[in-house]
């Protein structure tokens, strides 16, 4: 059972287990570290597949068998949606954009050729939105149309799997694996995972304000941004027969876009130091997310007990 479920037993949220939780933290040179790696039980982790736990019964509950969903050639929220969703029944198509290309993401694109996804490539978001509607019209169920899930699994319902999150780690404070964190650290790349951990934390009682290091440069990242998706996840549970008062505002959280680099999927020289400290300490990050937040953490003074989400999920 969820801690949602378990806090509301009457609520109308329909889940479905793909990963085993709670994931480890531990302390780590000075701050902490909830290591979501390992959370997956088949062929991909991290924090793409608690969105999923979400998104998944989700569509089977609007009854539709394709999932549309965007990403960049390297994206890992595509590699995901497409293995999970096919061991769930439904047919995965992707619009995936160009983006600088290193090893790391010709590695991801091989993935994703093999995944079993339905895959279209651009050049750039603004072809990718012009053929959508192509796309959506080719891909169809007799009249139902593909279900479209926004980059990263980004919506109310995909934010519910940091909400979950959140709760899991006020369960971790309680029992006296971590201190409250001051702040909470997280790579925001389109913002459910910072906006479900700030409207979780708060429904949790915690004190611990989110610090998100935003990593895209294609679309708006900033806090109005993504307080407005964590106040939609509060309105979505409201709707479902759960009683969330909480209330969330751009004051709640911070986004920090000084970390990016040139543009999406760029190196930076911080980020590389960081991934090559952090694999030495046993922390397998990608360059284009974890490894530019836990730089930011690494260069900068930053209130604590600091805890530092890892939320890359290799295999």
């Known amino acids: 059972m969820t801690f949602l479920a378990r806090r509301f037993p009457d609520a109308d949220l329909p889940w ?5 939780g709670p994931t480890p933290v531990r302390e780590l040179d000075g701050f902490w570290v909830k290591d979501e790696a390992g959370f997956g039980d088949g062929g991909w982790g991290g924090n793409k597949v608690r969105k999923l736990e979400w998104i998944i019964p989700e569509l089977h ?26 061991e769930h029944g439904l047919r995965v198509v992707l619009g995936l954009v160009d983006q600088p290309v290193d090893d790391h993401v010709r590695e991801q694109t091989r993935r994703l050729d093999a995944s079993g996804a339905d895959i279209h490539r651009f050049r750039s978001v603004r072809s990718l939105r012009r053929t959508a509607p192509l796309l959506l019209a080719r891909y169809a169920d007799g009249l139902r149309l593909p279900h479209y899930v926004p980059a990263g699994g980004s919506t109310a319902v995909g934010s519910l799997g940091y909400v979950e999150t959140a709760l899991e780690i006020a369960e971790q404070v309680r029992a006296g694996l971590l ?19 700030t409207l979780g934390l708060r429904m949790a009682g915690l004190r611990s304000r989110v610090l998100g290091i935003v990593v895209n440069d294609a679309f708006r990242l900033d806090a109005v941004t993504i307080a407005r998706l964590a106040d939609q996840t509060a309105a979505l549970l409201r709707t479902r027969g759960a009683l969330v008062e909480e ?6 959280l911070v986004a920090d876009a000084s970390w990016l680099g040139e543009t999406y999927g760029a190196l930076t020289p911080e980020a590389e130091e960081a991934r090559a400290w952090a694999a030495d300490q046993g922390l397998e990050l990608e360059p284009v997310y974890t490894a530019k937040a836990l730089a930011a953490i690494r260069g900068s003074a930053l209130d604590g007990p600091v805890l530092f989400l890892q939320t890359h999920g290799p295999r």
Do not use: N, Q
């Open 16 to 20: 479905v287990r793909l990963g085993t």
């Open 247 to 252: 209330r969330i505002g751009p004051r709640d």
């Open 61 to 86: 509950r609007r009854r539709r068998r394709v999932m549309f969903t965007v990403g960049g050639i390297g994206t890992h929220w595509g590699l995901a949606a497409a293995l999970y969703g096919r």
């Open 179 to 197: 201190p409250e964190p001051a702040t909470v650290v997280t790579a925001v790349g389109s913002g459910g995972t910072a906006a479900g951990l």
